[in-house]
């Protein structure tokens, strides 16, 4: 008798975790899609990442639900009926759909991310280019200011005067010895502004770098365990499916002898 009871609770408890995970993660998958805006690319591809991240989830309770419908037939405890009768036919018919969905992922995240890396190179560009402007501007300023007598002048009587401290009067003493600097010898205005140019460009070559390489394993990654997915729920839906026409059609051939 006890024999008897473990053979019928192991099935029932492999279902009934299947199905609770499987109808979790269809829960959770629709939480996922609100607030549903699938014109944008950057909802698109947070969207598909976080349904991959979590794609293994009804895929582990499909395989349980299967593995306790097939405990359950060795213990002879098969379901007549037509195939969309049982709960088998629309577990696995759900694999089918979801490996669908992932395959067609793949390009969509694939593409999503590079528009997300030309979006981010683009930026780049703009406050790179931005920075040089401001900087051109700013050594413009230094340059007219290192020629007028006047202003060096009432530049000299306010630091000497005693009434700027702290930041301030450091900030117009090194003001001041940058445009004498400059005033002895005006090449430096250049070469000061050549070397904050490449430094300007050097954090820009970096910055694209680090976005490709960040887009590229995002991607990637995201794109092969889509694709990966795919490939399980899809095998499994299918030749579960196979399965049980070939069972149900042999069961009928049998009882019609």
Do not use: C
Request: charged share 20%; net charge positive; no cysteine.
């Amino acid at each position: 008798m006890q024999t008897a009871n473990s053979n019928q609770f192991a099935p029932l408890a492999l279902k009934l975790v299947g199905a609770i995970l499987i109808l979790s993660s269809l829960l959770d998958y629709i939480v996922l899609l609100f607030p549903f805006n699938p014109t944008d690319k950057a909802w698109q591809l947070n969207t598909t990442s976080q349904l991959v991240d979590r794609g293994i989830i009804p895929l582990l309770g499909i395989a349980l639900l299967i593995a306790g419908y097939w405990m359950s037939s060795r213990d002879n405890d098969r379901v007549a009926g037509k195939p969309w009768q049982d709960l088998r036919f629309w577990a696995l018919l759900l694999s089918s759909f979801l490996g669908l969905i992932f395959l067609l992922l793949v390009p969509l995240h694939l593409s999503n991310s590079n528009a997300q890396k030309d979006l981010a190179i683009q930026q780049i560009n703009q406050e790179a280019s931005q920075a040089e402007t401001q900087l051109q501007g700013q050594l413009q300023q230094v340059e007219v200011l290192a020629k007028d007598e006047r202003r060096l002048k009432e530049l000299d009587q306010a630091i000497n005067s005693g009434q700027v401290q702290g930041e301030q009067l450091a900030r117009l003493t090194a003001l001041r010895e940058q445009l004498q600097k400059f005033k002895q010898d005006p090449k430096a205005l250049n070469q000061q502004l050549e070397t904050l140019r490449t430094q300007i460009r050097s954090r820009k070559l970096d910055a694209e770098t680090k976005a490709n390489q960040q887009a590229f394993k995002l991607g990637i990654r995201t794109a092969l365990s889509s694709l990966l997915l795919a490939v399980g729920y899809i095998a499994l839906g299918w030749t579960g499916l196979r399965s049980i026409g070939f069972s149900q059609s042999g069961r009928r051939k049998v009882k019609s002898r």
